[in-house]
């Protein structure tokens, strides 16, 4: 499939490269290019109040008319240079194909004009009284050189206006007495604002409709407002609007009636769901009182069901203050089946993995969601010895939010190992309340078993015959863990070239009550100390992790990716290491990718490729940095830019792990640089990725001197440079 892509797109793509480059060498070219001559470009164009530095001028930027071109990191106009990079001899078909992507690609150059500046001046003028400056001036400076245009907008907001006295107006009780409660948002003393005046119409008219008064707009509000010029004084009146006075009696009362509802009525494409379901999702029952809250909390819990589409809900007002609602649900798509398939090459050694998933949205026609993976990867050492993994798993949630998990992984390592975890797992996902943008997951029970099926005699003599540290991590062990994940999403689907954050926080705890029972029935304990259940230890450790995604969008084709995780994981009691399969590794795909993954760390620990030391590479500590700039050259290709950073670290100082314990003074010279550029291929069903690392700080060779990866230090292509191929973003 990439194959005919590639074949189908390459002269667009060797042309988008070309224009990319071309702006990026030139970039500092005249940007004047194809502005006429008698015009000029507007090249800066800002908002600054002389007289008030409480005044947002962020805020009021928005109301500009005009502004200067799109802007990278404040000053750099890349997507104008890729438009100047179009010739102007478009007579031959080369030129007039590269003027055609450049112009498709890049931002013409904004002219000046003079109309769009008053315009602007009379728009922050009225923002500025909306704030409460009634008094406030706008003037402009305006600076040209070289037929550019540096405008600013200069702001004298003067004193504001504050309210002296709030009063309600309205002849109606049940208006009266919400307008009038401790709830109001308008009062006297505080700066005038027509946000804030708003915001009170919306909340009147949202307790009238929470109480059944289905009639009730916020149109019927107004706010009179009369200013003492000399007092700068603003006296603020509600009342309800002019229309509603002359309304007949019989729409008056209308307005004034709260309404019940008198019948639910569902109408479904097709009966794929059953009835019960959608009751229970539903919060509008037969005989409840009209409330808009009620509406959105359906919307929200409905909508939320994964079989389903979409639903719209209607009423239909009946005589006695009754209303029939209609709830009509659109059947969505019921099955899926995603692939994944990704590879890896680093000095020599080459992975390969494949994977597919099967999600049913409706197994049991209550929108219950199953779902079924399997995945497989392979790995050739160039040393020799292979890695082979294949896993198993499936998962049940059910509408009332509890979900049932089941996982089988088989581990066959160069190490000369192998290695089986089965696991079983039941949480519960709390429901978002609505408009929430956080979530919340308790793991009630995770239940995992490690066994060890074969091992070589090398392996045995390594880690489990001498004193390893890491020789509970190779023995088969009982993992009983609770955890709790918080998350949080700012991103808008509706507005998805707005810029958002993710945050995520995670701890888990494992082994505590299987240590108070041992304690309290006086389980045996094994050669180590460690309490054992059917002759098997269990690990007890507590392990939290956070991290964090801000993505900045520049522009839609242009975005800006921060990343910061960090992880600890602390083992105690029962246990002298964390587990294994709980430890923390570095470098990769998703981590710092000039690194090979699990080959980073812990500290200077380095490791010299043989199997022995890769299960080595690994700590209770981590620390990943990234950045990322991407840029979408076309519809389906994306480039990008990175630079990340971190390492793993040991919470205590292990002998097999020599450098690699965290020390306050010393981790932060410890931390892995690299950098790298990569091609995101968007084939609509999942993102295609391939990034190029390269090292740039090496912890591993400081006792060297060689740390900094140049020329001078040995940069070579074997030990200092990675690809890796993967399906989706990194973060």
Same mark, same amino acid.
């Given at each position: 499939?990439?194959?005919?892509?590639?074949? /189908?797109?390459?002269?667009?793509?060797?042309?988008?490269?070309?224009?990319?480059?071309?702006?990026?060498?030139?970039?500092?070219?005249?940007?004047?290019?194809?502005?006429?001559?008698?015009?000029?470009?507007?090249?800066?164009?800002?908002?600054?109040?002389?007289?008030?530095?409480?005044?947002?001028?962020?805020?009021?930027?928005?109301?500009?008319?005009?502004?200067?071109?799109?802007?990278?990191?404040?000053?750099?106009?890349?997507?104008?240079?890729?438009?100047?990079?179009?010739?102007?001899?478009?007579?031959?078909?080369?030129?007039?194909?590269?003027?055609?992507?450049?112009?498709?690609?890049?931002?013409?150059?904004?002219?000046?004009?003079?109309?769009?500046?008053? %315009?602007?001046?009379?728009?922050?003028?009225?923002?500025?009284?909306?704030?409460?400056?009634?008094?406030?001036?706008?003037?402009?400076?305006?600076?040209?050189?070289?037929?550019?245009?540096?405008?600013?907008?200069?702001?004298?907001?003067?004193?504001?206006?504050?309210?002296?006295?709030?009063?309600?107006?309205?002849?109606?009780?049940?208006?009266?007495?919400?307008?009038?409660?401790?709830?109001?948002?308008?009062?006297?003393?505080?700066?005038?604002?027509?946000?804030?005046?708003?915001?009170?119409?919306?909340?009147?008219?949202?307790?009238?409709?929470?109480?059944?008064?289905?009639?009730?707009?916020?149109?019927?509000?107004?706010?009179?407002?009369?200013?003492?010029?000399?007092?700068?004084?603003?006296?603020?009146?509600?009342?309800?609007?002019? /229309?509603?006075?002359?309304?007949?009696?019989?729409?008056?009362?209308?307005?004034?009636?709260?309404?019940?509802?008198?019948?639910?009525?569902?109408?479904?494409?097709?009966?794929?769901?059953?009835?019960?379901?959608?009751?229970?999702?539903?919060?509008?029952?037969?005989?409840?009182?009209?409330?808009?809250?009620?509406?959105?909390?359906?919307?929200?819990?409905?909508?939320?069901?994964?079989?389903?589409?979409?639903?719209?809900?209607?009423?239909?007002?009946?005589?006695?203050? &009754?209303?029939?609602?209609?709830?009509?649900?659109?059947?969505?798509?019921?099955?899926?089946?995603?692939?994944? &398939?990704?590879?890896?090459?680093?000095?020599?050694?080459?992975?390969?993995?494949?994977?597919?998933?099967?999600?049913?949205?409706?197994?049991?026609?209550?929108?219950?969601?199953?779902?079924?993976?399997?995945?497989?990867?392979?790995?050739?050492?160039?040393?020799?010895?292979?890695?082979?993994?294949?896993?198993?798993?499936?998962?049940?949630?059910?509408?009332?939010?509890?979900? %049932?998990?089941?996982?089988?992984?088989?581990?066959?390592?160069?190490?000369?190992?192998?290695?089986?975890?089965?696991?079983?797992?039941?949480?519960?996902?709390?429901?978002?309340?609505?408009?929430?943008?956080?979530?919340?997951?308790?793991?009630? %029970?995770?239940?995992?078993?490690?066994?060890?099926?074969?091992?070589?005699?090398?392996?045995?003599?390594?880690?489990?015959?001498?004193? @390893?540290?890491?020789?509970?991590?190779?023995?088969?062990?009982?993992?009983?863990?609770?955890?709790?994940?918080?998350? /949080?999403?700012? #991103?808008?689907?509706?507005?998805?070239?707005?810029?958002?954050?993710?945050?995520?926080?995670?701890?888990?705890?494992?082994?505590?009550?299987?240590?108070?029972? @041992?304690?309290?029935?006086?389980?045996?304990?094994?050669?180590?100390?460690?309490?054992?259940?059917?002759?098997?230890?269990?690990?007890?450790?507590?392990?939290?992790?956070?991290?964090?995604?801000?993505?900045?969008?520049?522009?839609?084709?242009?975005?800006?990716?921060?990343?910061?995780?960090?992880?600890?994981?602390?083992?105690?009691?029962?246990?002298?290491?964390?587990? #294994?399969?709980?430890?923390?590794?570095?470098?990769?795909?998703?981590?710092?990718?000039?690194?090979?993954?699990?080959?980073?760390?812990?500290?200077?620990?380095?490791?010299?490729? @043989?199997?022995?030391?890769?299960?080595?590479?690994?700590?209770?500590?981590?620390?990943?940095?990234?950045?990322?700039?991407?840029?979408?050259?076309?519809?389906?290709?994306?480039?990008?830019?990175?630079?990340?950073?971190?390492?793993?670290?040991?919470?205590?100082?292990?002998?097999?792990?020599?450098?690699?314990?965290?020390?306050?003074?010393?981790?932060?010279?410890?931390?892995?640089?690299?950098?790298?550029?990569?091609?995101? #291929?968007?084939?609509?069903?999942?993102?295609?990725?391939?990034?190029?690392?390269?090292?740039?700080?090496?912890? @591993?060779?400081?006792?060297?001197?060689?740390?900094?990866?140049?020329?001078?230090?040995? &940069?070579?292509?074997?030990?200092?440079?990675?690809?890796?191929?993967?399906?989706?973003?990194?973060?």
């Amino acid at each position: 499939m990439l194959r005919v892509l590639w074949t /189908y797109k390459r002269r667009e793509w060797v042309i988008a490269s070309l224009v990319i480059i071309i702006a990026f060498v030139f970039s500092a070219c005249n940007t004047t290019k194809f502005v006429p001559q008698d015009k000029c470009l507007l090249n800066k164009a800002r908002v600054k109040c002389v007289d008030d530095k409480t005044v947002a001028t962020g805020k009021l930027s928005n109301y500009l008319r005009q502004k200067q071109n799109t802007e990278i990191l404040g000053f750099w106009k890349l997507q104008l240079h890729i438009y100047n990079t179009a010739p102007l001899d478009t007579t031959t078909a080369s030129n007039k194909r590269l003027a055609h992507n450049a112009f498709k690609m890049g931002e013409a150059p904004v002219i000046y004009d003079e109309a769009l500046t008053k %315009v602007s001046m009379q728009q922050l003028r009225q923002q500025m009284n909306n704030m409460g400056y009634f008094q406030a001036e706008v003037d402009t400076v305006k600076v040209v050189k070289n037929r550019k245009v540096n405008l600013t907008y200069l702001v004298t907001a003067h004193q504001p206006y504050t309210i002296c006295n709030y009063e309600v107006d309205i002849d109606i009780a049940q208006v009266s007495k919400i307008a009038s409660d401790e709830n109001c948002l308008v009062h006297a003393g505080e700066q005038f604002s027509t946000e804030t005046l708003d915001a009170e119409r919306d909340r009147i008219t949202t307790v009238m409709r929470n109480r059944g008064y289905f009639y009730f707009e916020k149109s019927m509000l107004e706010f009179t407002a009369d200013s003492a010029y000399n007092r700068h004084e603003v006296s603020v009146r509600i009342h309800l609007a002019p /229309y509603v006075e002359h309304l007949d009696a019989e729409s008056l009362q209308r307005m004034l009636t709260r309404y019940t509802i008198r019948h639910v009525e569902f109408q479904l494409d097709k009966p794929f769901l059953r009835k019960k379901a959608i009751e229970r999702a539903c919060r509008l029952h037969d005989g409840d009182m009209y409330a808009d809250w009620r509406v959105e909390r359906t919307y929200a819990r409905m909508n939320a069901l994964a079989p389903v589409k979409y639903i719209d809900i209607s009423f239909t007002p009946l005589k006695d203050s &009754l209303l029939d609602c209609t709830v009509a649900i659109a059947k969505g798509r019921q099955h899926s089946v995603a692939a994944e &398939l990704e590879g890896t090459y680093s000095a020599g050694d080459w992975g390969v993995a494949a994977g597919v998933n099967y999600t049913n949205k409706n197994i049991f026609k209550g929108a219950e969601v199953l779902d079924v993976g399997v995945r497989a990867s392979y790995e050739w050492r160039a040393n020799g010895g292979r890695a082979i993994e294949a896993k198993a798993e499936a998962s049940l949630l059910f509408p009332s939010n509890v979900k %049932v998990n089941v996982a089988y992984n088989y581990q066959q390592r160069p190490e000369e190992y192998t290695r089986t975890i089965a696991n079983a797992g039941l949480g519960y996902l709390v429901p978002r309340q609505p408009g929430s943008k956080w979530t919340h997951h308790f793991g009630l %029970v995770d239940i995992n078993y490690i066994y060890l099926p074969w091992m070589s005699d090398q392996f045995k003599r390594d880690f489990i015959d001498k004193s @390893s540290v890491l020789k509970a991590s190779y023995e088969d062990h009982f993992i009983l863990d609770w955890n709790y994940t918080l998350s /949080y999403s700012s #991103f808008d689907r509706r507005n998805p070239n707005k810029s958002y954050s993710q945050f995520a926080l995670r701890v888990e705890t494992a082994g505590n009550f299987l240590y108070a029972l @041992s304690k309290i029935a006086n389980f045996p304990k094994n050669e180590d100390g460690s309490y054992v259940l059917w002759k098997i230890p269990f690990s007890q450790y507590a392990k939290g992790d956070i991290n964090f995604t801000y993505h900045g969008v520049i522009t839609p084709n242009h975005h800006l990716v921060g990343h910061i995780g960090l992880g600890v994981a602390v083992p105690y009691l029962n246990a002298g290491v964390i587990p #294994f399969e709980k430890r923390y590794f570095a470098g990769g795909a998703n981590s710092v990718r000039g690194w090979q993954a699990r080959t980073l760390g812990p500290g200077i620990f380095r490791g010299n490729g @043989s199997a022995f030391v890769y299960d080595k590479q690994a700590g209770d500590i981590k620390l990943d940095l990234n950045i990322e700039y991407r840029y979408k050259v076309l519809k389906f290709l994306e480039l990008a830019a990175f630079l990340d950073a971190g390492n793993i670290w040991t919470i205590y100082k292990y002998e097999d792990q020599p450098g690699g314990v965290f020390l306050w003074d010393q981790f932060y010279k410890q931390i892995a640089w690299s950098y790298g550029v990569g091609v995101r #291929f968007d084939l609509s069903i999942l993102i295609f990725r391939v990034d190029f690392g390269v090292k740039l700080h090496d912890p @591993s060779r400081i006792l060297e001197g060689k740390q900094w990866r140049t020329a001078a230090n040995g &940069l070579g292509w074997k030990d200092d440079m990675n690809f890796h191929f993967a399906i989706g973003y990194p973060f």
